[in-house]
């Protein structure tokens, strides 16, 4: 199967792709946009798997497999470390590509959150990008070309992602087994997020926490149940998160101990990639807990939508009970400022207020109402 299959309800962009794969089109800076859920670094990856592979993504060969796993010669992945991309590591990387993009071999670096590049670290990329070394092909992903300094985004190729419709993300998830209702189930209630459908459709572990999540309303008649309920609601964003790292960092952890051992001289490089693995631990765990706070907030709409009597689809379509339940003891206005309090819950934590500390004052104004 080819790599492009993994992109969802993104025809013209898969076009796009596979023309540069053949050689129409080509260019060293391609920039992906599009919103949360779209797919942007899925699209990446694929592209840089069918760059790097001999077949153009075949998705079965050890090159592909290699990208998937992140331990591809030629493919370096940045992620922030932190919050934001540091100079230091964009003068890294840049270095790294320049000398192993040699004899010929594409070499292709990956950017996921190239938003989040400082100025100063946007300064570095410049440079690698106007004046790239033979054979590099960077791959910047952001949310809008908007996030991205007018100098940098001027010289990428844009390739904007949409996001999936729930028709789209359901048809996918039944080519891969889903039955029906599931998947018509995982695609509603992901708000068109694939990796989120996916994840719903396949994983105990994830609709366990969507549960909890909803059921939260249900938990907060008083102080201490507040309290407790923010705790939980933590606690599981991180379990969730640890079991997802948990595989990849293994993987590349082996990696590393192959490719130089762990005798003398090592230590660097062993401490440098647990510093990675650690800071995308947290960044995993914000996420977690943040698709748990807009399940919520979807929660809240939908009991919105009841009290207003709107004939807008659900999006919680199997918590019809409960929502009708919060809609009859609430008023539409105290359902908006709720509302309004998981919003800014997301935005404190995204402001990096301690994620725990944030939770605790979202219970607390939802128990106000
Ligand atoms: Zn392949």
């Not at 670096?109 to 440079?127: H, I, P, Q, S, Y």
Request: with cysteine.
């Amino acid at each position: 199967m080819s790599v492009f299959e993994r992109l969802v309800g993104q025809a013209a962009v898969v076009e796009t792709l596979s023309a540069a794969v053949a050689g129409h089109g080509m260019t060293h800076a391609w920039l992906f946009t599009g919103p949360p859920g779209s797919g942007r670094s899925v699209a990446a990856r694929a592209f840089a798997a069918a760059l790097l592979c001999d077949a153009g993504g075949c998705g079965t060969c050890r090159s592909c497999h290699q990208v998937d796993a992140r331990t591809h010669a030629n493919l370096v992945v940045v992620e922030p470390a932190g919050l934001s991309i540091s100079v230091d590591e964009a003068r890294r990387v840049v270095r790294a590509a320049a000398l192993s993009a040699t004899g010929g071999r594409t070499h292709v670096v990956v950017v996921e959150d190239a938003d989040r590049l400082t100025e100063a670290a946007a300064n570095a990329w410049l440079k690698a990008i106007e004046e790239p070394a033979e054979g590099t092909v960077f791959l910047l992903c952001a949310p809008s070309p908007e996030d991205l300094p007018p100098t940098i985004r001027s010289r990428c190729r844009l390739v904007t992602l949409r996001l999936p419709t729930a028709a789209d993300v359901a048809s996918v998830l039944e080519r891969s087994g889903a039955d029906p209702a599931t998947a018509a189930w995982a695609a509603a209630a992901s708000q068109g997020h694939v990796g989120r459908a996916r994840a719903l459709a396949t994983d105990e572990g994830v609709r366990a926490q969507r549960e909890q999540a909803l059921r939260l309303p249900f938990r907060l008649s008083t102080v201490g149940e507040c309290i407790a309920a923010a705790g939980e609601l933590v606690e599981l964003a991180d379990d969730e998160a640890g079991r997802q790292t948990k595989a990849v960092a293994a993987a590349e952890t082996e990696a590393l101990t192959e490719a130089v051992g762990k005798g003398r001289g090592t230590a660097g490089l062993h401490s440098d990639l647990q510093k990675k693995q650690r800071s995308r631990e947290t960044r995993a765990r914000r996420d977690s807990l943040d698709r748990a706070l807009v399940d919520l907030a979807a929660w809240y709409r939908d009991v919105l939508a009841v009290q207003l009597g709107a004939r807008t689809p659900p999006v919680h379509p199997d918590q019809a009970g409960p929502i009708a339940a919060a809609a009859e003891g609430s008023t539409p206005e105290a359902t908006l400022r709720r509302i309004e309090a998981v919003l800014a819950c997301r935005e404190a934590i995204a402001a990096n207020v301690t994620p725990l500390l944030a939770v605790e004052h979202l219970t607390l104004a939802l128990r106000a109402g």
